[in-house]
């Protein structure tokens, strides 16, 4: 299974008021275990960069004058992410910017459903409690002492580490998953543990198990190990 952990970083909130995408960052994950692969891109905004955004990630004008406009790399950004889940912190933001950026250059869009919204299932595992990224890396105490600014693809490694602390851990289910049906998968085509055919040998002695049973004994009758047994 590829997932693709993405953040971008844009010139203010709305693409439909001029705001555009100024970098994008992505983490390639397979099984839910990073590759090592990423996608990494500053963009021209072909527009003046505001303050308040500029104090977010810290990317001007002079930094971006020279870096390829959205035109000149939707076509190996959408090369790179294919149909492969999108799993981003506050998915309808990055998502507005991505299709606006996809539609004026008449690319195909990237559909709402192909996102997974780390936010939302952040508040759905922790409701009332803060879920921005910061907060869910002291949650999870991961090391985030290097984001002074906002910086997509540091964003996107940040994330991967929640992400995956999200759905329990680097590695959920242990890599016992299969996408072949045999006799020990069941209809749902997972991996399930069985019975033991021959259940495994004691390893105490008799000797162990009357001084066992004699303590019992001396505990009297409410003693919880009468009740297990």
């Known amino acids: 299974m590829r997932e693709i952990v993405l953040d971008t970083e844009t010139t203010g909130f709305e693409p439909m008021q001029g705001d555009r995408i100024v970098e994008i960052g992505a983490v390639e994950l397979y099984n839910h275990v990073p590759t090592g692969r990423t996608y990494h891109q500053y963009i021209n905004p072909e527009r003046g960069m505001p303050q308040e955004a500029f104090e977010v990630h810290g990317l001007g004008d002079e930094f971006l004058a020279d870096k390829p406009k ?10 790179f992410v294919q149909d492969s889940t999108l799993v981003i912190h506050n998915a309808a933001f990055d998502m507005k910017f991505l299709n606006a950026e996809l539609k004026w250059m008449n690319l195909p869009l990237l559909p709402m459903s192909q996102a997974l919204d780390t936010l939302d299932i952040a508040r759905k595992r922790f409701p009332g409690s803060p879920a921005s990224l910061d907060a869910l890396c002291r949650r999870f105490n991961i090391d985030n002492s290097s984001r002074t600014l906002h910086g997509a693809l540091l964003d996107s490694e940040i ?7 999200l759905i329990g851990g680097k590695q959920p289910d242990f890599a016992l998953s299969t996408n072949h049906e045999s006799e020990t998968t069941g209809s749902a085509g997972r991996w399930r543990p069985q019975p033991r055919p021959t259940p495994l040998p004691a390893h105490i002695s008799q000797k162990e198990a009357a001084a066992h049973d004699a303590f019992v004994e001396s505990l009297g009758d409410g003693a919880l190990w009468k009740k297990l047994g």
């Not at 959205?70 to 090369?79: E, K, M, N, V, Y």
């Open 159 to 165: 994330l991967a580490e929640v992400y995956l602390e």
């Open 70 to 79: 959205f035109a000149q790399i939707g076509q190996a950004f959408l090369d």
